[in-house]
């Protein structure tokens, strides 16, 4: 097993905005499988609000990922995060073999 554990592998996140200011930033796992989702809101100045645990504090994960998606033109695209990776990963096509070389590979 490497350093890098199979629980702590793939923590993958997507950000949509359908609405202008305000996003959604799904959590997923290994498998693609959506596991948790934060609706983020931009205000005045840019200033962001999340309605995650860490919302007090003047940053979190989903409002960095926010930055992330803009800076690169990802929002909507359809494009996973790896947190852990800081890599990208390309949008599933079916059929999902690329999930089956994913796991495969972080089980290596
Ligand atoms: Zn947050």
Redesign the pocket.
């Known amino acids: 097993m490497s350093a890098k554990g199979w629980e702590d592998s793939g923590e993958l996140y997507t950000v949509k905005s359908r609405v202008k200011n305000h996003f959604t930033?799904t959590k997923f796992n290994e498998f693609f499988w959506p596991i948790k989702t934060?609706h983020?809101r931009r205000g005045r100045r840019r200033w962001m609000l999340?309605?995650?645990p860490?919302?007090i504090k003047p940053m979190?994960?989903?409002?960095r990922l926010i930055q992330i998606f803009e800076k690169g033109g990802w929002v909507n695209k359809g494009w996973f995060f790896d947190w852990v990776d800081q890599s990208w990963e390309p949008p599933l096509t079916w059929p999902i073999h690329r999930t089956v070389d994913r796991v495969r590979l972080k089980r290596a």
Do not use: G, S
């Open positions: 930033v934060y983020v999340c309605e995650c860490d919302k979190c994960k989903h409002r």
